[in-house]
């Protein structure tokens, strides 16, 4: 009867362990950290002309959008400021080319410095950037003033 016991309490035991390690192998670790996801990424539409910025030194650049997951630092809110306060005849600023929106209502513009040192994302708002003259961390800045022409050099024939 005791062999019988034991018999019972060691197989009831086996029983025990291979269910607990199967119910351990199954559950997922929760993580408090989440990541937000792009929504839409699309070509920054408005006039050329107009999608030029300056670095106001307020937000960094990233690799991604800056609240994605391997988003990594291309400059500094530091590195930004210096930029914009360095007088190399504009080579600093940049153009916007791409305007992604997260799941959290975040706009980002993906924006490139005149001389290609800096290329990335950069914050610019909760609300949609195009046609504000300052958006997250850079402020719009006008690189090309139209000019007229007179009319002999709008009516002569040109070829290079």
Do not use: C, H
């Amino acid at each position: 009867m005791i062999s019988r016991f034991s018999k019972a309490a060691l197989l009831s035991a086996a029983l025990f362990g291979l269910g607990f390690a199967a119910v351990a192998n199954t559950t997922t670790n929760a993580s408090a950290k989440s990541y937000a996801k792009v929504k839409s990424n699309s070509k920054f539409t408005i006039n050329s002309a107009e999608r030029n910025y300056l670095s106001s030194g307020s937000a960094a650049l990233y690799t991604k959008a800056g609240t994605l997951k391997g988003a990594r630092k291309v400059a500094s809110t530091s590195t930004m400021s210096r930029l914009a306060n360095q007088s190399d005849n504009g080579q600093t600023y940049f153009s916007a080319y791409r305007i992604a929106k997260t799941n959290r209502g975040s706009y980002y513009l993906k924006v490139v410095s005149f001389d290609k040192t800096y290329r990335g994302w950069i914050y610019a708002g909760k609300s949609n950037p195009s046609g504000k003259t300052a958006v997250g961390g850079m402020k719009k800045v006008s690189t090309f003033d139209r000019g007229s022409l007179t009319t002999d050099i709008s009516n002569a024939t040109y070829s290079f």
